[in-house]
């Protein structure tokens, strides 16, 4: 990926916020963001931004993605109001790279808070469950026009929780000039699929996209299939 594609804000400024993780919550970021990050084309862009996460026992059932926008500075910051669609993928071969990733679920919503610490919640259309122990990928797609800051990064560190992932665990695509990335294939994006480590912070194992998840609880048992369901549907589609 071309760095001189992206645009990385630093923050002058940021108001702590202290909730702490509660016990139906996936998240990797310390709640503050240091920077924005978007693809930078005076045309319509497109912009994918994804975590990598492990299931945990006793919350299998993901109900909802939960965001956070932009950098904080003023006026470059995606603007509120904008479409966004929140993605569950599956991972394939489980090695936590989202090169294979499948699609399994999504929702739909607008772009709020931008520019600030807060988090969106966007529902799912149906809940996703997994195996304890299972890899899968959560994130969001925004297509808009010009240079904007869409996702926040943490690029400082995490709180240490459980699983996290030592590195590649934050993940970025594009397309610029109407190149749309097509949730179906991150792998085909115009602009690479890449870890926000090896693309952007090189060297940096703790920047991480401001993706949150909530969960609620173990899924009764034959929804606990969904994942192996996934597989073959997958196979299928890249043979059509």
């Not at 998240?27 to 990050?37: H, Q």
């Not at 394939?92 to 399994?104: E, I, K, T, Y």
């Amino acid at each position: 990926m071309k760095t001189s594609q992206i645009a990385i804000s630093t923050i002058i400024a940021a108001a702590f916020t202290t909730t702490a993780m509660a016990t139906d919550e996936y998240r990797l970021d310390d709640g503050v963001k240091e920077t924005g990050i978007g693809i930078q084309s005076a045309g319509n862009n497109s912009f994918a931004w994804l975590n990598t996460f492990t299931a945990q026992a006793g919350d299998e059932n993901i109900t909802s993605v939960n965001l956070s926008f932009g950098s904080g500075l003023l006026g470059s910051n995606i603007s509120n109001g904008t479409p966004v669609t929140v993605y569950i993928w599956g991972d394939f071969n489980q090695d936590g790279n989202p090169n294979d990733a499948f699609l399994m679920e999504s929702g739909n919503g607008l772009v709020q808070g931008s520019g600030t610490n807060a988090f969106t919640s966007y529902a799912l259309t149906n809940p996703v469950s997994f195996v304890p122990g299972t890899t899968f990928f959560a994130g969001a797609i925004v297509n808009y026009t010009g240079q904007r800051e869409v996702a926040s990064l943490d690029t400082d560190g995490t709180d240490d929780f459980i699983n996290y992932p030592a590195q590649n665990h934050s993940w970025i695509a594009g397309g610029s000039n109407g190149s749309v990335v097509d949730p179906a294939f991150l792998g085909f994006a115009q602009i690479p699929l890449d870890s926000v480590s090896n693309a952007i912070f090189q060297g940096n194992d703790d920047a991480t996209w401001m993706i949150r998840l909530n969960a609620n609880g173990i899924p009764s048992p034959g929804t606990l299939a969904g994942f192996a369901i996934g597989i073959p549907l997958l196979t299928r589609r890249r043979r059509a």
